[in-house]
Every structure is written in C-alpha cells, then in structure tokens.
C-alpha cells in the first residue's frame, strides 16, 4: 500500500486548505481500516486531524472539528482534508496514513502506512 500527499505548499491566512491523499495497492472502501490524516507542527509531536472508515463514516479530533472536513472520491481512490479559516498556526507537515482503529497515542505505531508527508505553510 502506498500513500501520497499533494497539495498548495503555501496557503493564506483565513482560507480553506484543502490536501488530497492518492492511495494505491488497497481500496479506501475496504472495511476495517480508518484512513487518516496527522500534522507536525516544526518542533512539536504528532497530532491526529480526522479520519475516514472504507464505509464513509468520519470522525474528528475535538479541538478541529469546527474547521476540519474529509471528504473522498471513491472513483480515484482518493480521499481529501478540508481545514478552514487557517492561521500560521496551522503550519506544519501533513501527512495521510491507514490504520486499523481511531488513533489515541499520536504515535506512529498506530498506523501501518503512511505518506512521505507535505509541508504547508500558512504566510501572507
């Protein structure tokens, strides 16, 4: 299974950030797996975003829900972070993974493959 993120390297202050993870070697609509997506701020941790079951259901880290979405294009294989009203903040290394149950550790043991990772920069 491969992963890859693309996406605007550089976004404004206050618009929506919108990053596609391509997956191949597996089907996104397979059952079991949650597919992800986790940022890394320069200097700081993991940090898990949202991810998306093979059945469609989503779910959320609690402090980005209000601003995130994932979203996904079946047809493609393809499934899509959507973060709005971002600030510098938001800077940082996304990355989208798979793995087989919600994150709770922010580690990557949780996951069994993952992207090489983009970086987005949110400047003016």
């Known amino acids: 299974v491969q992963l890859q993120e693309s996406g605007p390297g550089l976004v404004k202050p206050s618009q929506t950030l919108s990053l596609t993870c391509t997956v191949s070697?597996?089907?996104?609509?397979?059952?079991?797996?949650?597919w992800s997506w986790i940022r890394q701020p320069p200097g700081k941790g993991l940090g898990w975003m949202g991810a998306m079951t093979g059945s469609g259901s989503t779910y959320y880290s609690p402090s980005l829900k209000s601003r995130t979405s994932i979203s996904r294009d079946t047809s493609k294989n393809q499934f899509t972070l959507h973060l709005s009203s971002v600030t510098p903040e938001d800077t940082a290394v996304y990355y989208c993974?798979?793995?087989?149950?919600?994150?709770?550790?922010?580690?990557?043991?949780?996951?069994?493959?993952w992207g090489q990772g983009t970086q987005v920069t949110v400047s003016s």
């Open positions: 070697g597996g089907s996104i609509t397979a059952d079991y797996y949650y």
């Open positions: 993974a798979r793995g087989d149950r919600l994150p709770t550790t922010g580690t990557w043991d949780e996951y069994d493959y």
